[in-house]
């Protein structure tokens, strides 16, 4: 009876993923507490401007990995800015010199050396081909 209910919560999982247009998968991320919040961008002048985003998607936690499905974006030039916000403030909380205190990353698995730039983070988006990205904390 249990692997019956496993095996039907597995086909519910995937029966979802695949009505999204996109799966962003956030990896290493480091405890349950807190949502991680991505935010994806298909243009410069928007890129880090939250309010500006094509794409805002807040989820529960979870030690390890998050997947994310898209709903909004089939294909096309993105980039993505995902933090942990671990105290679950709705922001990222830096400290010293604006250096993240929440894990924090950019597609293409992109640490700026400076101000964060849409040309280092964007990619092209596959339809219902997975994108990884790692956690930096």
Known sequence: MKK???????LLFYSSLSNAHGIIVIKGVG?????IDLKIYN???SFLKEELAIESIR???NK???IIPLSKIHEGKIAV???HDENNDGKLNTGLFWKPKEGYAF????????????SKASFFLVHNKPVYIKLKY
């Open 4 to 10: 019956i209910i496993f095996y039907i919560i597995l």
């Open 31 to 35: 405890h349950n507490e807190g949502y």
């Open 43 to 45: 243009n410069k002048e």
């Open 59 to 61: 989820k529960k936690s």
């Open 64 to 66: 390890g990995e998050v």
């Open 81 to 83: 800015v995902v933090y």
């Open 107 to 118: 597609s293409n698995n992109y640490t700026p050396k400076g101000p964060p730039l849409f």
